[in-house]
């Protein structure tokens, strides 16, 4: 069964780093791109970043540009999201999603994901 599971999530200062992961079990990974993606609480899901099935092409929204980093470990069926300077405004709920193998580009719209995992909590707070 395909199924996708982040951590990597927690409470962290203004300013502070975490490293989400998000591994994937019952497929590989690597014939997948691969997106995060975030939702507040009273606000729609965005797209924050996503990795082309190569790794060659990756994509952020301006909003975490300079900031936020992504990765994959395709011998550790996983991807990686780095998280630096934390804000306030992007505490939510952080989800990994991959999009069908039909499609090796990655992009920030959410329709465009088949899979999806459960999402690891980010509260930036003083």
């Known amino acids: 069964q395909l199924q996708l599971v982040e951590s990597g999530g927690g409470l962290v200062q203004p300013g502070g780093s975490l490293r989400l992961s998000c591994a994937a079990s019952?497929?590989?990974?690597?014939?997948?791109?691969i997106g995060w993606f975030r939702q507040a609480p009273g606000k729609e899901r965005e797209g924050v970043s996503c990795?082309?099935?190569?790794?060659?092409?990756?994509n952020y929204a301006d909003s975490v540009k300079g900031r936020f980093t992504i990765s994959r470990d395709n011998a550790k069926n996983t991807v990686y999201l780095q998280v630096n300077s934390l804000k306030p405004e992007d505490t939510a709920v952080y989800y990994c999603a991959a999009r069908s193998p039909l499609f090796r580009r990655c992009v920030l719209r959410g329709s465009e994901y088949t899979y999806w995992g459960q999402g690891t909590q980010v509260t930036v707070s003083s």
């Open positions: 019952g497929f590989t990974l690597e014939d997948y791109a």
């Open positions: 990795i082309s099935s190569s790794g060659r092409t990756t």
